[in-house]
């Protein structure tokens, strides 16, 4: 961790960045027809992310923050850059700043998903569940079949007691490890499914009033008794 000084140091990049970002200062290099080259200027971002990466590495903070803020003027919607730079404030013990990154690049980057998770992680770390489950749900939108993500929100509603929406998300991971043909995951999905059952009893959304659901969760409910 580094010092507090440092911390302070960065700690107006991200008002930077939404100065970027709002007024539109997105430079390239520009064609014939007037316009600029996305290709060129994301080639851009991804190399100054790369060299501040390496900067952060060396312990060069402000120098590290200043590439990944120009990685971003080059090109607004590139996830890693406002991933590299979330890290880099929670490195210096900032994770205030470190979420302003986060939330600038899920304000302008449709389906960011890897910012999502990052925040999630973030506000967990900080014991602010419901938030973290909010960003985890709105992953699993974006990535309906991504077990790891899935496996992360069935845990974040466990810890908040929430037994029922854990195993709604659980049964769904069992379902699409079978799929994926992926027996260690379908199995411990299985067991987890059938310890929470128990727990939940009658709040368990599947076993409760068989007859009033449809074919595929009176078939669901059948599997879990």
């Known amino acids: 961790m580094f010092g507090a000084r440092r911390a302070r140091s960065i700690r107006t990049a991200p008002y930077v960045v939404a100065l970027v970002l709002f007024a539109l200062v997105v430079p390239g290099r520009a064609r014939a027809d007037g316009t600029t080259s996305p290709i060129w200027a994301t080639a851009q971002a991804e190399e100054l992310t790369r060299q501040g990466s ?70 967990s770390r900080q014991h602010r569940i419901p938030e973290a489950i909010a960003d985890l749900a709105a992953a699993v939108e974006m990535r309906p079949d991504d077990l790891g993500v899935l496996q992360l929100l069935a845990r974040a509603y466990i810890s908040v007691n929430a037994l029922p929406a854990a195993l709604a998300v659980t049964r769904r991971i069992e379902a699409l490890a079978e799929s994926h043909h992926d027996t260690a995951a379908s199995a411990s999905a299985h067991v987890s499914a059938r310890a929470l059952a128990r727990l939940v009893s009658e709040a368990d959304p ?4 068989l007859t009033k659901r449809g074919t595929v969760r009176r078939m669901l409910a059948l599997r879990a008794r």
């Open 206 to 209: 599947v076993s409760a009033g």
């Open 54 to 123: 390496a900067h952060a590495a060396r312990g060069e903070v402000d120098i590290a923050a200043r590439r990944f803020l120009q990685a971003i003027e080059f090109d607004a919607t590139y996830g890693p850059a406002y991933l590299a730079l979330g890290r880099l404030h929670e490195s210096v013990g900032d994770p205030r700043e470190g979420e302003r990154a986060y939330s600038l690049g899920i304000e302008h980057i449709g389906g960011f998903a890897e910012g999502l998770l990052a925040r999630a992680s973030l506000r």
